[in-house]
């Protein structure tokens, strides 16, 4: 009479259906879609380029994995286990080695954060490598483990499914390679839930399946999609000597507010001792595992009555778990309406599970049972990094493509942490940030403001790549920063202020040797003063030395310019537009169109230098005072004052490279804005 429940599955049911279930969260980009129904339906291998297409029994679309996961090869299962009777999400798998890290993980996104969902994984090994040896890996959902992947056989498919809340607003599927075999996956499915469904799924637990039963069905149909509107898979389960079948063709409604929803195809059968005074019974052994040594069951009988019952007839019955009454009276099925027997708390502590369904004492007919499942409770408590640093971390890697194998949760669990970043654990706030470095990882284009975003960074190294653009202010605000390096890159521009500051208080280490184009204009171009160490003498000394080597060297010239300018033209004039002495930035009133401009510098004809904000030309005024004409570019981030600021100085610098032929930008360079004392202001150049 007794069975266990999983072996005589496996002895009917031509594909061992193995189903289990946890939870959790996870973060992340990529371009994932549910379909209308709020389904994913990935078909894994598929080539990205292939087209989608509609699967022939439950008319969902199926799409490649290919946007949703950025590692795996794709592969064929081995042609000898594919028959014409076989899915086609089937026939291809996504495989993990090689180049893969340890964990690689697919995000499933547009979902809503807080909602329940189902979610399931599906193997079929295939022999797709052809070294014919099954694998065994874990899977994650977000920062928690779900379940041991065994594939016992190539023949056999074998999939996991987990009810749980979903944090985020996706949820990333991690294979683990624990040493056992390369992991691989056929397909991966996401059903959304209304979250009044398995109320025992919560926040910090989640369901992993063990079996979903349908009884009184012997056809061996999966009743999924559409008779099942969530897509749980109903696996047939065969008839046993000594039970019955009963069925009606009736509609079997779900009562209001149901918690399981159980669809009527399912419920429409159900089965009954042949001996109406036996009980009906069944069992499932605990499975334990190292990550769950002692796993909580919970176990959901549904029931309906199928037949009407004349009057005076009872059927009426005790369910008892390991011999404990589970409900404390008689339990009678409700005629065409479902209702469901089930433990709102796991149960736990034994090697093995019965379950019978005895008549009472009153019943004049025997027990029904027309559906089951069970499964084992995970804790779903696993802390995700910080949202903001996951978010500013994704769009970095977004940005830079870094290729890291930056996948799952950045910190989290701690030996998966992302390479090359630096996490902190505290007890009381969830693990956090605390040090990037990306030195050589091939960047390029700008400074991300996202940095920025990282908000307990201690260390920055970004030296060694391709990054242009200036440096924003913005990482002056990482008030916990201490070394920024930004070493042998292509950046321009000055160092902002706010950072100077911090060098120059002591709180920064910056590194920005090695940027060609840095520092060429604007007002900080000194080296960080940390500490008046030996080389800051060199680094500050010499400079200075040159630099009044030359400031002497361009007042002797300009003087002696000035006197035989006053009776040779062009010299004259450039003086005579000049206001002399002023520390604070005053601007002369001459302004010009731009028509004017494109005068003046011949259709900005020839460029004699290039800045933080632009290019520099050459020009000539009416008068044949020569000028450079600065061209303030609409991308630049710099602000409209410290165009001004730059103007000023590159007046002066342009008649010093007038006098002393000196390009601009080496003027720039070599004074920087030590000219202070001698700041004389001729135009104000404006633009449209
Ligand atoms: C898999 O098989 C399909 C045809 O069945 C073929 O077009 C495709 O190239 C194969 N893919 C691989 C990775 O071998
Ligand atoms: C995988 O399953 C096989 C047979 O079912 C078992 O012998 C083996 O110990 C399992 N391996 C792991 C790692 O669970
Ligand atoms: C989830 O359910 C378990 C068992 O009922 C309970 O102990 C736990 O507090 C619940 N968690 C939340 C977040 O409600
Ligand atoms: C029916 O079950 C009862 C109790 O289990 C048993 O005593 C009886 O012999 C059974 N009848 C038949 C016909 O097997
Ligand atoms: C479950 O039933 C089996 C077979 O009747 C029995 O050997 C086992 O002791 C029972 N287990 C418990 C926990 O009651
Ligand atoms: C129900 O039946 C089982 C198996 O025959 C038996 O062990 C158990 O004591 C019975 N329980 C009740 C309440 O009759
Ligand atoms: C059986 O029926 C009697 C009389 O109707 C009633 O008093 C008793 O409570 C019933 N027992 C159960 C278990 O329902
Ligand atoms: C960053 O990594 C490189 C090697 O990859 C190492 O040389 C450098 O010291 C690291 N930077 C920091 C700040 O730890
Ligand atoms: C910078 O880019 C050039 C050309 O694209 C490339 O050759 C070089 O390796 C890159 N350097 C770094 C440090 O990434
Ligand atoms: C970097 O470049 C992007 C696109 O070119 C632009 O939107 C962004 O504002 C730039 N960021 C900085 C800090 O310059």
Redo the contacts with the bound molecule.
Sequence with gaps: MEGQLRRAMAARWPLLLLLGIAGGGGVLQVHGQVDNLGFINLDCGLPESAAGYVDGVTKLRFTSDGGFIDAGTNYNMSSEYITPTMGRSWHNVRSFGGGAGTRSCYTLQSLVAGLKYLIRAKFWYGNYDGLDRAP?FDLHVGVNYWT?V???NANTPVIYEIIAVVPGESVQVCLVN?G?GTPFISALDLRPLKNGLYPMANATQGLVLLSRANFGRDDGVVLRYPDDPHDRFWIPMSKRAEWTEVSTAKKVQNIDDDSFDAPSAVMQTAITPVNSSSPVVFSWDAEP?ANNPDPGYICILHFSELQPLPVNAVRQFYVTLNGQLWLGKGFTPQYLYTNAVFSSFPNNGHHQYNVSLNATANSTLPPILNALEIFSVLPTTGITTATQDVSAIAAIRGKYQVKKNWMGDPCVPKNFAWKGLGCSYAVSSPPSVTGLNLSSSGLSGNLSSSFAGLKGLQYLDLSRNNLTGSIPDTFSQLSSLTLLDLTDNLLSGSIPPGLVKRTQDGSLTLRYGNNPNLCSSGNYCQPPQKKRGSMVAVYVVVPIVAVLVILLLSVLICMRRRRQGRTSGNIKQLDEVSIMGHNSLRLDNRRFTYSELEAITNGFERVIGKGGFGKVYHGSLENGTQVAVKLRSESSDQGEQEFLAEVRINVICSRLSILMRFSLVMCMDLFGFRLRPWQKFTTRILFP
């Design positions: 065994v041991t065994n594939i016992s624990t056992s595992s």
